[in-house]
């Protein structure tokens, strides 16, 4: 089917232009092109565009960007080449910075397993153990440690110190207390308004976890932009005061070299007449 | 035997991290030009381009091949590059000037082209890229994609979610500016062979 060309239809032009129009669209517009001048030259002007177009060229950039995988043992926030799906790279200004969770491939699971009771118990006494070395050690720098703190501290330690003399009976009887007073200190410590909901999905911990980061991240751009604002300001103020400065300095010396060639002439003038009275 | 996009593609689903690296390497470049020509500032186009791969990564089990690899990750790219355009005219931040260093321009290359040459091409890249920045972004990426990237109008037209008619239009203003613009810069229009 053959076509007609109307002259100004520019997105058949940009159709011909990019060699993408059917046969057909084609040959109507070279058998336009070879009557219209005007047509000829727009072509001829945007093929010289495209031309131009072709030196630009971005910088050289180092990328080599890879996702890696953490090694087993030394999962940390702090390590970024470590952590799974995390990209890095030699040239990622952020990559220190972006340790987002959703930088993950998913959860960790390490966290979700169940354990063993008896490992159960005896984190609860290594975590309440520490605890209380670091309240004895903290009431000692006080002063004075309550006599009911230093009891319990004693029975804490009592099964380091002697394992044989504890029963399976004791042992039970602590791990209940100690439940029952992690229970306690979970509940007397943790304010009502930040604590999780106890419903709450780990999709939306991340969520909240990832908009907590975004708003950091836009708060952190933020103030960057103001500073490097002010910094520029600075900059300027500070080299309009040492232009001033220099140009009084310029003055000065001007000033100074005047007077210097005054004195100069004085002194010659005075001569010459000294020597025409003799 | 040359591996495609595809395979590597299957690979990196089933946890095959070294072929999700072999396709950063394939695409981290064009990734990156898209990003700098789009956005225009180098360090944050690899940020974009780091994390157009970094979503892809964690996309990539929802990734059912509906769309070439390719044309996938320029979405990503595009979307990311969208983002920051927003993010910029939210909260701009100040730019120094560049300036161009001769002697450091002939550190950078190798002894093939003459200083002369460098700087002049130096000095056409940058007047294209100050009239690239005028553009409104839609011009600018539709312009990008088709230049740089080779794509057709219909593949632009899908990735902007446009008319192949609007792509056309797009591109046409874009290059009437550019045109204008590198006339006023005494640009001159050079001799083109009519096809």
């Known amino acids: ?50 031309l131009q177009l072709a030196s630009w060229t971005p910088p050289e950039a180092e990328l080599s960007f890879q996702i890696v995988r953490p090694r087993p043992a030394t999962i940390a926030w702090g390590a970024p080449s470590q952590v799974e799906g995390q990209a890095s790279g030699p040239g990622s ?39 209380l070395a670091l309240g004895v050690a903290g009431g000692s720098v006080g002063g004075s440690v309550p006599a009911a703190s230093q009891a ?57 976890v990832r908009t907590l980061i975004e708003e950091s991240e836009q708060r952190q751009q933020r103030e960057l932009a103001l500073r490097t604002a002010q910094v520029v300001r600075d900059f300027d103020s500070q080299r309009n005061l040492d232009l001033a400065q220099i140009q009084r300095s310029f003055g000065q010396i001007e000033g100074l070299t005047g007077a210097e060639v005054r004195e100069q002439r004085q002194m010659l003038n005075y001569l010459m007449r000294v020597s025409e009275q003799r | 035997m040359n591996v495609t996009d ?52 964690r996309a990539l089990p929802g990734f059912k091949g509906q769309a070439k690899f390719s044309s996938w990750l320029y979405r990503i790219a595009l979307n990311l590059c969208r983002d920051w355009i927003r993010r910029q005219r939210r909260t701009p931040t100040v730019q120094l000037p560049d300036g161009v260093d001769p002697s450091e321009l002939a550190a950078e290359q190798g002894p093939v082209e003459s200083i002369e040459d460098l700087v002049s091409r130096r000095e056409l890249s940058a007047v294209v890229e100050e009239a690239m920045a005028l553009l409104p972004d839609e011009q600018r990426t539709a312009i990008v994609l088709k230049e740089y990237h080779g794509m057709t109008f219909q593949e632009i037209a899908d990735l902007q979610g446009v008319p192949l008619s609007t792509v056309k239009t797009r591109l046409y203003q874009g290059l009437s500016v550019l045109r204008r613009h590198l006339e006023r810069n005494g640009r001159t229009p050079q001799l083109v062979k009519r096809v």
């Open chain 2, 6 to 57: 595809e395979d590597l593609v299957a690979r990196s689903r089933v946890g095959d991290l070294d072929s999700f690296n072999q396709l950063i390497l394939r695409w981290e470049r064009p990734i990156y030009a898209l990003a700098y020509r789009v956005i225009g500032r180098e360090e944050d186009a690899r940020d974009v381009c780091q994390e157009t791969f970094l979503r892809a990564f």
């Open chain 1, 93 to 131: 200004r952020h990559a220190e910075a972006q340790l987002k969770p959703e930088a993950f491939i998913g959860p960790a699971v390490w966290w979700r397993r169940s354990f063993p009771a008896w490992a159960q118990a005896a984190a609860a006494c290594l975590i309440f153990a520490a605890g």
């Open chain 1, 152 to 208: 319990v501290a004693t029975t804490a330690a009592a099964p380091a110190a002697g394992p044989a003399a504890v029963s399976n009976t004791e042992l039970v009887d602590l791990e209940r207390r100690l439940r029952a007073e992690m229970a306690q200190l979970r509940t007397a410590t943790v304010p009502p308004g930040a604590a999780a909901p106890p419903g709450i999905s780990e999709a939306q911990l991340l969520a909240r």
């Open chain 1, 1 to 50: 089917m053959s076509q007609t060309f109307q002259c100004g239809d520019n997105t058949a032009l940009v159709s011909y232009l990019y060699d993408e129009c059917e046969p057909s669209e084609r040959a109507a517009i070279d058998a336009h092109v070879a009557l219209c001048a005007a047509c000829v030259a727009e072509l001829a002007a945007l093929r010289s565009a495209r």
